[in-house]
């Protein structure tokens, strides 16, 4: 047989499929779980973990364990898109991820890419730590949209960006707070009650589930500030809390980075060292312009998963803060053509506040 010879269309049928089987197994860890009539403190959502003010001592995380609770992008968050009515998908302009200037796992993205995160990690080292009490939250908030998607297939399909604003204990060790419009608050990181039957025609027992130990993916503000500040070793945990699930490690090692960096609030030398990791990872690109979900313009590092959806983060030209995040496709799926947002966000407000609920001075506008 040639190799070099067309593929038929029964061998591109077997591909489309591979792809969309790939594609659909990245979406459960994008998209959001389909929406329940009456959610509860055991609805998957996003977790918004912030750190505690100064420089720990790096050290290794306990294995987390699984839980109802899942760290996810903005909702991602988070972990995405320009989706206000009337804003366009922009087109993507990046460097091939399997160009010849690829860096390898250990080294610097090139060129612009790595630039930017440069810049990013030099902004991060120089900004104010966080001024959260031990005993305090973090609030956080954001506008956010996440493209849902049927449990039967089908294309994705993008809500309207909503505001999204969430409390935290700074110690993981009381209950946060979960508010959007239109829904009920929930509970966060609480111990959800559940009831278990030891055995059939068995009284139900009241128990609880217990909220995963801190990890890179459920991590607390107080784990966060004890992360390396060494960007090798920094990579090195997160490779190794992030690749027990295969699959792209590459891919998720790059958003677990991304969750941190929109949804914690890390001691400067920690968010830096994050930015210094992410250039470490082979396929890290450049995109000239892109927008949040609030329509501010920037630019963007991006990498793009072997299903073909891209994330990427969006950088103030000016200041080289974070912004947010977009994920779109970068080709033709069943979830959509390429150009389908998946998802979006814009970091608003970060700040301190003493419970949940409560509105800090700084986040009141």
């Known amino acids: 047989m040639n190799a070099f010879a067309p593929r038929t269309p029964h061998a591109q049928g077997h591909a489309r499929v591979a792809a969309d089987e790939l594609l659909r197994a990245e979406l459960t860890d994008l998209l959001p779980p389909p929406p329940a009539p009456e959610p509860g403190p055991g609805l998957r959502h996003t977790v918004l973990r912030t750190a505690l003010a100064g420089d720990g001592p790096g050290r290794r995380p306990s294995p987390a364990r699984r839980s109802g609770f899942r760290l996810a992008r903005i909702a991602a968050p988070v972990a995405a898109c320009a989706v206000v009515a009337g804003v366009a998908v922009f087109a993507l302009q990046e460097t091939p991820a399997g160009g010849p200037d690829r860096p390898q796992v250990g080294q610097r993205a090139p060129g612009g890419a790595g630039q930017v995160l440069t810049r990013a990690a030099l902004a991060a080292a120089a900004a104010p730590a966080p001024d959260v009490r031990a005993d305090g939250y973090v609030y956080v908030r954001s506008l956010v949209a996440h493209a849902g998607r049927a449990a039967s297939g089908g294309a994705t399909t993008l809500p309207a960006v909503h505001r999204r604003e969430v409390w935290l204990s700074a110690d993981g060790s009381r209950a946060g707070l979960l508010r959007e419009p239109g829904a009920a608050d929930v509970e966060l990181g609480a111990r959800a009650p559940v009831y278990e039957l030891d055995h059939r025609g068995a009284t139900p027992r009241k128990t609880t589930i217990d909220v995963a130990p801190p990890s890179v993916t459920h991590p607390t503000h107080a784990y966060v500030a004890t992360l390396p500040t060494d960007p090798?070793?920094?990579?090195?945990?997160?490779?190794?809390?992030?690749?027990?699930?295969?699959?792209?490690?590459?891919?998720?090692?790059?958003?677990?980075?991304?969750?941190?960096?929109?949804?914690?609030?890390?001691?400067?030398?920690?968010?830096?060292?994050?930015?210094?990791?992410?250039?470490?990872?082979?396929?890290?690109?450049?995109?000239?312009?892109?927008?949040?979900?609030?329509?501010?313009?920037?630019?963007?590092?991006?990498?793009?998963?072997?299903?073909?959806?891209?994330?990427?983060?969006?950088?103030?030209?000016a200041t080289s803060a974070f912004l947010g995040e977009r994920t779109v496709l970068t080709e033709d799926t069943s979830a959509g053509p390429a150009g389908t947002v998946l998802g979006v966000s814009a970091v608003l407000a970060k700040a301190a506040a003493t419970a949940p609920g409560e509105l800090p001075g700084a986040a009141r506008a």
């Open 232 to 317: 090798d070793a920094l990579l090195r945990l997160i490779r190794a809390e992030t690749g027990r699930a295969g699959g792209d490690t590459d891919q998720r090692a790059f958003t677990a980075i991304g969750t941190l960096l929109a949804e914690t609030w890390a001691p400067p030398k920690v968010t830096a060292a994050l930015y210094e990791a992410a250039a470490r990872i082979p396929g890290v690109t450049v995109l000239p312009s892109a927008k949040d979900a609030a329509g501010r313009e920037g630019v963007a590092v991006a990498r793009t998963s072997d299903g073909g959806a891209q994330t990427q983060w969006i950088f103030d030209r």
